[in-house]
């Protein structure tokens, strides 16, 4: 027990000894700690000292500055005012000055104004003054000439246009006249160089249509028993057979030149074999037949080979071959063809155009002719929906479609090809015509003369060449003739269709006849 309490004692001690030693080391922090926080507030309070007397300093300094760059500006400030005064008064000099100019210039311009009042009033009064003497001429005028004002208006109007229409004539015949001679000199040059270059046939080939006989007792045969013969030969071949009284002749008349060559053909043939009779009329007509196209396609393709043309579809090749049994008023048209293509192809040379389009299109301008006689449509329609068919490009399209004039021509190849068709049909011997055609063109001619106002007679000469217009000299003056002149070609141009070209040519005249008795 008592060592319990002993224990018990000292642990009570030790715990009394344990919290006095914590309270004096709390009493000891405290101490240090006031201490330090003392000395942190001297600290503090010198520094604050210190911070509010360097604030001071650099205020009053901050002070001083601002006083020095405010003096500093007031001073800039008041000099720059003393400039702006200056230039102001300056001013105001200036502009009192133009104030005073002013009022001197208005001053004078009232004086002015006031003087042209006065003469506008005494313009006024003299131009009343002439409107009166004007009227009293003018009365005077209209009783003397015997013309009313707007008569003798129109009476001037009408000298006027008289005198418009003389010069305007002259103009034109002026430029005419320099155009035509400058175009003539060129055109000349080029077409007889071409023409000179080209040696083609001037004369006319027809196509034969008539087959000699060794006798007459072969027409009978020909005919055959009750005509059988010659009846399988209209069959087979689709031509008509004449057997007349014309010694050793029998003549064949087709509309298909080529039928009518292969029925030529055939029919020599029968004549030389002798034996004549239906199944021999069948096979020989077959051969004949082959011959033929056989001859078409070489002739074709030697057309090519002169025109020097190629890569051209086979079937065009066919339709130039055909052109050889082909004619046109007389003229061969393959030939024709071949002599528009070498003429195109010189011109295009002289003129630096595309030459190998030119001869092309000459050669092929034609190959509707081929067809024209099988199918509806005129040539050129036929030629050209087949240069489109057998993909010929554009330019050769145009110029066979335009080698008429029918459509205008695009190019420059299509020209050459109009003008080369031109000089091939227009040369002496190149063509023939028939009367009743020939006829007609004249009296043709002649109506589109005679159809306008002011025309008496009209007269076609040199086979359709020139046209003779006597025209009424009262109402159609010099100057006119030459505008009537002009309006006439033009009609011809856009109505008919001619090789070559037409001169027109009017004669005014005014006779007077007297008698002497």
């Known amino acids: 027990m008592d060592i319990l309490s002993l224990l018990i004692g000292v642990g009570i001690g030790a715990i009394i000894f344990a919290i006095i030693g914590y309270f004096l080391g709390i009493s000891h922090r405290k101490r240090t700690a006031e201490a330090a926080i003392g000395s942190a507030e001297k600290e503090a309070d010198r520094i604050l000292t210190e911070a509010l007397n360097t604030a001071e300093a650099k205020k009053k300094e901050t002070i001083i500055e601002a006083k020095e760059e405010i003096q500093k500006q007031r001073n800039e400030t008041e000099k720059e005012l003393r400039e702006r005064r200056a230039e102001v008064q300056k001013q105001e000099k200036r502009i009192a000055q133009k104030e ?14 006031a003087i042209l009042e006065e003469k506008l009033k005494a313009a006024d009064a003299k131009m009343e003054e002439v409107e009166s003497l004007k009227k009293s001429q003018l009365d005077i005028l209209e009783r003397i000439s015997g013309y009313s004002q707007e008569q003798a208006k129109a009476l001037i109007i009408s000298q006027l246009d008289d005198q418009l229409d003389h010069e305007k004539a002259v103009r034109i015949q002026e430029v005419e006249q320099q155009t035509k001679d400058d175009c003539d000199n060129l055109a000349r040059e080029i077409i007889t160089t071409a023409i000179q270059r080209c040696a083609a046939d001037h004369a006319a080939e027809a196509t034969v249509s008539v087959v000699p006989l060794p006798n007459d007792e072969m027409k009978g045969r020909i005919i055959g028993r009750e005509g059988r013969n010659v009846r399988t030969l209209e069959m087979i071949t689709g031509v008509s057979l004449i057997i007349d009284d014309t010694p050793e002749v029998i003549t064949i008349s087709s509309f298909d030149p080529v039928r009518r060559e292969i029925a030529r053909i055939t029919i020599e043939k029968l004549i030389q074999d002798g034996r004549i009779h239906p199944a021999r009329i069948e096979e020989l007509y077959e051969k004949a037949k082959r011959e033929v196209e056989q001859t078409i396609k070489q002739t074709g393709e030697q057309a090519l080979m002169e025109a020097g043309v190629d890569r051209v579809h086979p079937e065009i090749v066919k339709l130039l071959g055909k052109l050889r049994y082909r004619t046109s008023y007389g003229q061969n048209v393959l030939k024709h063809s071949l002599e528009v293509s070498f003429i195109a192809g010189l011109m295009a040379s002289e003129l630096g155009a595309d030459v190998k389009s030119a001869k092309r299109a000459g050669l092929l301008h034609d190959i509707g002719k081929a067809l024209d006689h099988e199918m509806e449509g005129t040539h050129i329609a036929l030629g050209t929906e087949y240069a489109k068919r057998y993909k010929e490009n554009d330019l050769i399209c145009n110029a066979i479609e335009a080698h008429h004039g029918t459509v205008e021509p695009k190019s420059t190849v299509a020209v050459l090809i109009q003008a080369a068709d031109a000089i091939s049909a227009a040369r002496p011997g ?3 015509e028939d009367l009743q055609n020939y006829i007609k063109r004249l009296e043709a001619l002649e109506n589109i003369a005679t159809s306008f106002d002011g025309v008496d007679k ?9 046209v003779r217009i006597i025209v009424n000299p009262e109402k159609v003056t010099d100057d006119k003739m030459i505008l009537m002149a002009r309006e006439i070609a033009e009609k011809i141009e856009s109505s008919m269709d001619y090789p070559g070209e037409i001169k027109v040519n009017l004669i005014r005249e005014t006779r007077a006849f007297g008698v002497a008795k």
């Open 430 to 432: 190149a063509r023939r």
């Open 458 to 466: 009209s007269f076609a000469i040199q086979a359709g060449r020139e």
């Open 100 to 113: 005073d100019n002013l009022d001197a210039k208005t001053e004078k311009l009232e004086k002015k104004e």
